[in-house]
């Protein structure tokens, strides 16, 4: 699991429920995948709902089977786990597709937050349509969402652009796409690269304020609202960037 951890991350209620409370594992419906969104960082995040549906499904997709297996142990589940991750999507979906249409409850995780968001699944989930299969998404953390929340920008409408093309020449086409949008843009980026490219933010749309959101749910959970061009300065300041980061734009004017 994934390090610093906040306090009260509520374990103490996860190990009464599982001694005393767990929620009934009878409801779940065969014949169905379950897309389960785990916690970003923060453990007590993970749901009620989705500890039981982790519990009774016959078995676990996992992008990371080590990784989803620490999430387990700390909900003191023992489905079995089997990877599912990009590079397996191809040649697993059919499978998958044929064992939940025998009957099978299956349920979908990614390493962190919703499966389907710039992470596997999306393609399985399309297959599963495709073939008249229930798939029910059970909902939770995920980082765009928590951090277009924390940000103070618009929340009325916003744009998802996930990671950014490492191309300049991409990134830039990107750019010039988004830019008359009238909503907050959402991307996620790597801290290797997120003081390059809040630069580049800042160098095209020079009045717009930006926002930062690092480490969310976690210890050392940063979020930062700025004119982009000091935002840009702020980490262009910095030694070095750590954590997962989404960094934020805020929309054109709308006249
Ligand atoms: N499906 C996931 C979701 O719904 O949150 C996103 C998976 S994507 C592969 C991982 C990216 O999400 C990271 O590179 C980062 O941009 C963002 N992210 C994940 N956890 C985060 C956190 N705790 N704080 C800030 N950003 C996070």
Known sequence: MRQGMRQGDGSSVLLAMRQKNRPPVSSLQPATLYVVATPIGN????????????????????????????????AGLHTPLERFDDATTAAKTPQVVERLAAGETLALVSDAGMPAISDP???????????????IAVP????AITALAASGLPTHAYYFAGFPPRKPGKRAKLLDTLEPLAAT??????PQRVAK??????ARFPQRAGA?????T?????????????LAANLAARP??????VILVAPAKTR
Do not use: W
């Open 43 to 74: 453990l007590g995040d993970l749901s009620p709902r989705a500890v039981a549906v982790l519990a009774g499904a016959d078995a676990i997709l996992a992008e990371d089977t080590r990784h989803t297996r620490k999430l387990l142990t700390y």
């Open 121 to 135: 699944g999306a393609p399985l989930v399309a297959a599963c349509r495709d073939a008249g299969l229930e798939v």
């Open 140 to 143: 939770g953390p995920s980082a």
């Open 185 to 190: 843009l959402v991307f996620y980026e790597s």
């Open 197 to 202: 490219f809040a630069a580049e933010l800042a």
């Open 212 to 216: 930062l959101a690092r480490e969310l």
């Open 218 to 230: 976690k210890l050392h959970e940063e979020v930062l609202r700025l004119p982009l061009p000091k």
């Open 240 to 245: 070095s960037i750590k954590g997962e980061c």
